[in-house]
């Protein structure tokens, strides 16, 4: 028997974020996630693709909290089990994630709805509530504003902005915490060529050495242009993993994903 000590460092290298090893995820025994082992380094975008219902979504829900798995391992830094962490203090932890469907609040302003995803500093708490915010949340919030390019829409009705500006406002909101852990789903569902490149550019920017990047997409051409790496889904299996280049000429993947 290995001690713990020792078999946690055998989980990844020191660039390893997420460790995640034979997790498996079954409802009423149908399998969404099938015995899936994949690692997710820090300083990279990591691209998750894949067919409808290969079970992306549902790996981001194990990891986040919202799906509890049959059986699996997921560890953050190596030596964090991420399985057994309360909800909250995986945020703690850095685990961030924007959803699939965008769910900013429409009748705060974009600066307002930003303030809400800061961690609280330890600011005066009568100061907080009388101004709404210390100078340190303030700064937050803008730094956030201009990383997310809406600083010239930072009084406006969330409701007012268009789609994409919503997707990246939400993006602002999960980045105002700081997560080392950014899990965004599908991001450029439904924008327009010009906002898609702008999103290519805002995951530029969030790119740094102390995060990790996790991006699932169908847009194929989107993936290949931010990811360092890609893996493939398919039926809760990991099909391939490598650069998209690899990836799209794996004989497995064509047939089951690119060839439809
Ligand atoms: N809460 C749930 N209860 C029952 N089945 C679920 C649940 N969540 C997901 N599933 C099923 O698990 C499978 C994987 O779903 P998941 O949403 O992870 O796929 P996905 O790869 O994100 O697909 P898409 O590209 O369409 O978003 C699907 O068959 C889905 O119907
Ligand atoms: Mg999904």
Redesign the pocket.
Known sequence: MTSPQRQQTMHGSAQTALYIEDLT?E??G?R??DELTLLVDYGGIHGII????????????VITGV?KPRAGTVLLDRTHDVIGMHLSDRAAHGIGRKF?KPSVFEHLTVRENIALGVREYPDSLLREVLRGGGPAKRARVDEVLDTIALAAVADAEAGTLAHGQKQWLEIGMVLARDPRVLML??PVAGMSNTEREATAELLQRLRSPERAILL?E?DMQFVGQVSDRVSV?HE?KLLADGTMDQVTSDPEVVRVYLGR
């Open positions: 995820v409802f009423d149908f969404a996630v894949g067919p409808n219902g290969a079970g992306k979504t549902t790996v981001m829900d799906t699939q789903d599908e699932v169908h889904m809760g």
